[in-house]
C-alpha cells in the first residue's frame, strides 16, 4: 500500500511540474483566478445593494380599508401621512359567462414627486386593456387636420368592393374517345 501511495504521489507531482512549466497553464491559471475574485467583487458589492437601511422615522399609515367579496369584487384603499394615497375596487363583468367574463379594475394613485409636484393617475383595467389617465403621461401630437380631413373624406366613399378577376382565362375541356 506504501508503494501505490509513493506512485500516487510521484504522479501528480510530475503533472504539478508539468503544469508549472507550462506556459499556457500559468495563463490559464492566472485567467482563471481574476475571473474567481472578479465574481466574489461583484458578489460582495451586489450584497450592499440589498441590505439598504430606511433613512428616517417608518412613515405611518393614517388610512386603510380592504374589502374581498365572494363574487370576485373588491375593494382596496390606504393613505400614508407624506400624503401617498391608492384606491381601488374591482368585480367581475359577465360572471358565470365562460368564454365572456372579465375582471374589471378601477383605481387611482397619487403622491408628491422628489421635486415637489403633485402626482395623480387614475385608471380602469377591462377587457379594453389598461387605460391610465393623468397630466404627467406623455401623449402623442395631434393628428394634422389634413389628415384628419383626408380621413373623414375617405370615410364619407361609398364602400367599393369588386371581385378579383382572374388573371388567366379557363380553358375549354376536351372529351378523348
Known amino acids: 500500500m506504501v508503494r501505490q501511495c509513493t506512485v500516487c504521489i510521484q504522479s501528480q507531482t510530475s503533472s504539478t511540474l508539468a503544469a508549472q512549466q507550462s ?6 491559471t492566472k485567467m482563471k483566478m481574476f475571473v474567481a475574485l472578479f ?16 433613512t428616517g422615522a417608518p412613515i405611518k399609515i393614517v388610512h386603510s380599508e380592504s374589502y374581498h367579496g365572494h363574487d370576485g369584487s373588491y375593494k382596496f384603499g390606504y393613505e400614508s401621512a407624506n400624503g401617498i394615497a391608492a ?4 368585480f367581475v363583468k359577465n360572471g358565470g359567462s365562460k368564454d365572456h367574463e372579465v375582471q374589471v379594475a378601477h383605481g387611482y394613485f397619487s403622491y408628491t414627486d422628489p421635486h415637489g409636484h403633485p402626482v395623480s393617475l387614475s385608471y380602469v383595467a377591462d377587457e ?11 401623449t402623442p401630437p395631434p393628428v394634422p387636420q389634413e389628415l384628419v380631413d383626408a380621413y373623414a373624406k375617405a370615410a364619407s366613399q361609398p364602400a367599393h368592393h369588386e371581385e378579383p378577376q382572374p388573371h388567366y382565362a379557363p380553358q375549354p375541356t376536351y372529351k378523348h374517345y
Open 39 to 54: 465574481a466574489v467583487f461583484a458578489v460582495a458589492s451586489a450584497i450592499g445593494d440589498y441590505h439598504h437601511q430606511p
Open 128 to 138: 379594453h386593456g389598461f387605460q391610465a389617465k393623468g397630466s404627467h403621461i406623455p
Open 87 to 90: 384606491q381601488e375596487q374591482g
Open 23 to 28: 506556459p499556457t497553464s500559468s495563463t490559464s
